[in-house]
């Protein structure tokens, strides 16, 4: 692998943007590039090609996207159909037509059907109804796979996607109103232990399946991506595990040290019932997660103190 090809890294100052910055460069890739949004408005077709004139990047990795919990999903269905198909087609397009050499499209596990086999294979895509409170973006990641397949198989293209499971780690997002449910429960249990353990509400039954991936394991699989020579367009990529929601909560709940009542909202919608990726396929090809949940937790969450003071929020 050549270490100075030059790689932009789409939604760099987010939390996988940042993992996978910080991972590459421990690794030696010494040229990437980044902008803010300030700097470069994805949705703008011609700004993006204007940059891409400019730098001429060998290599994209996407992890740009609007993302968020059932909250905002379910609320801004067309907002996240949109923005998110603008962003992707932006990149994918003018990656092709300037001769981007190897392209990373970061999708979701949101992607597959809301009653999908367990665990959940790549193959499995496209074969049924998705979860409705996240449909919107959910097309629109199915969109940009579906896009890379296509250029992968018309013009021998090295375009591929990547669908994590649920991510979260350092420079997760915390806001409640579209946090997705690992850092709003942290959160939520940090603020109610600093009020004399006061109960904690939390959305739907707790029964919901997840599988949970520490953001620096996802930036080690986009730089295994890098390393190896990959011959299909599209691998999941998860933990292998996954836990109920109320045990995620109580496993948050002991790391923060909260000692007050857990209640559940039933009123709220669980979302998709199980959603455990299979991820042998990536696996096979030499790569595998190395946190362990508790971890991880224990990590983002003394993160999450550290840098109390200077997060933002809405709510």
């Not at 730098?55 to 990795?61: A, G, M």
């Given at each position: 692998?050549n ?14 943007g940042r993992?996978i910055s ?7 890739f ?5 902008k803010?949004?300030?700097?470069l ?5 011609q700004?993006?090609v204007d940059?891409?004139?400019n ?7 996407d992890?740009?996207?609007r993302v968020?919990g059932?909250?905002?999903n ?8 949109m ?5 992707q087609n ?5 990656s092709?037509e300037?001769g981007?050499e190897?392209?990373?499209?970061l999708?979701s ?6 009653y999908?086999p367990?665990?959940?294979k790549e193959?499995y895509?496209l ?5 409705p409170?996240n449909a919107?973006y959910?097309i629109a ?12 198989n018309?013009f021998s ?5 990547l669908v994590?499971t649920?991510?979260?780690g350092?420079f ?7 946090s ?8 939520k249990f940090h603020?109610?232990?600093?009020k004399?353990n006061?109960d904690v509400t939390l959305?739907g039954?707790g029964t919901p ?6 953001v620096?394991?996802?930036?080690d699989?986009v730089?295994?991506?890098l390393k190896t020579?990959l ?7 998860g ?5 109920t ?5 109580k ?6 040290g ?8 039933t009123t709220?919608?669980?979302g998709a019932p199980?959603k455990?990726?299979?991820?042998s396929?990536?696996?096979t090809t ?9 971890n991880?937790?224990i990590k983002t969450?003394?993160w999450y103190?550290?840098n109390i003071?200077i997060l933002k929020y809405?709510n």
């Open positions: 692998m270490f100075k090809k030059k790689i932009y890294i789409a939604g760099h100052n987010g939390m996988v993992a910080k991972k590459l460069q421990s690794l030696g010494t040229n990437l590039v980044g803010s949004r300030g700097e408005d994805l949705t703008n077709r700004m993006v940059f891409f004139k730098e001429q990047p060998e290599i994209v990795i992890a740009a996207a968020g059932i909250f905002a379910n609320g801004f269905q067309y907002d996240f159909l923005e998110n198909l603008q962003i932006n990149l994918i397009n003018t092709h300037t981007v190897k392209f990373i499209f999708g596990s949101c992607v597959y059907p809301k999908a367990q665990p959940i193959e895509l074969t049924g109804s998705l979860e409170s919107g959910a990641k199915i969109s940009g796979i579906s896009a890379c397949k296509a250029l992968r018309q293209k090295d375009f591929l996607s994590p649920n991510l979260y350092y997760d997002n915390f806001d409640l109103n579209s997705h449910v690992l850092p709003a429960m942290l959160r603020e109610a232990k600093i004399n006061e959305w039954s399946m997840r599988d949970f991936l520490f620096e394991d996802m930036a699989a730089a295994h991506c020579n011959s299909d367009y599209f691998y999941n990529v933990s292998g595990k996954d836990v929601i109320n045990n995620l909560a496993t948050i709940q002991n790391v923060v909260h000692d007050g009542n857990i209640i559940w909202d709220k919608p669980d199980r455990l990726l299979d991820s396929k990536f696996n030499g790569w595998n997660p190395k946190t362990e949940l508790e991880g937790i969450y003394n103190l550290e003071d809405n």
